[in-house]
């Protein structure tokens, strides 16, 4: 079991980056991919989640408006689209799935999978 995140970079504020997150090793159906962040010195947030199984999400509040998850599950991938990035963006962004995770309470349970993350960097 896989998952990797690529997408990742550096931008300038209000900029926009696409993450995506391709699972191996396992059916995407009835899973639920969550996004989460970890800054410096910070711990790691959810950030936002999609249940392949139905397509039903969640955001943060500090991303609605700004971000948007997808998933293709013919491609076994989840996007994050980040548009108006701030610098408080800044962060390692990790891919995680667990199985029949709806996304429908939160704060999530400890997901089963996990990728090594992406790097998003934000310049003010």
């Known amino acids: 079991v896989q998952l990797v995140e690529s997408g990742g970079g550096w931008v300038q504020t209000g900029g926009s980056l696409r993450l995506s997150c391709e699972a191996s090793?396992?059916?995407?159906?009835?899973?639920?991919i969550g996004w989460f962040r970890q800054a410096p010195g910070k711990e790691r947030e959810a950030v936002s989640c999609i249940y392949t199984a139905d397509g039903g999400t969640h955001y943060e509040d500090f991303v609605k408006g700004r971000f948007t998850i997808s998933a293709d599950n013919a491609k076994n991938t989840v996007y994050l689209q980040m548009n108006n990035l701030k610098p408080e963006d800044t962060a390692v962004y990790y891919c995680a799935a667990d199985l029949f995770y709806g996304c429908d309470y939160h704060p999530p349970p400890p997901m089963d999978y996990w990728g090594k993350g992406t790097l998003v960097t934000v310049s003010a």
């Open positions: 090793g396992f059916t995407f159906g009835n899973y639920g």
